[in-house]
């Protein structure tokens, strides 16, 4: 009877570390897609909806901004213009 009381705790333990960990990659990613917005958008509209997406659509919202929310032209790291 203990040792089943002692598994069933580990397992809601490692579950609760793992959707804390999920939950702080979300934000991190949120985060990284609000700034990547605003750098080349002016308006304040879409970096935040951008960044509402991706926190709500994980993994499939990073790829969907990646893919449609970027913006056509933009500056490479090394000043060359880049078209995606």
């Known amino acids: 009877m203990i040792e089943t009381t002692f598994l069933s705790t580990q397992y809601v333990s490692l579950g609760s570390f793992v959707g804390q960990l999920i939950f702080v990659v979300n934000v991190v990613m949120a985060m990284w897609t609000f700034v990547d917005a605003f750098s080349w958008e ?3 509209r879409h970096p935040m909806m951008w960044t509402v997406v991706v926190f709500l659509l994980s993994i499939a919202g ?3 901004y990646l893919m449609l929310g970027r913006s056509p032209s933009f500056q490479a790291a090394d000043g060359r213009q880049s078209k995606t």
Do not use: I, S, Y
């Open 62 to 64: 990073l790829f969907l």
């Open 42 to 44: 002016q308006d304040g």
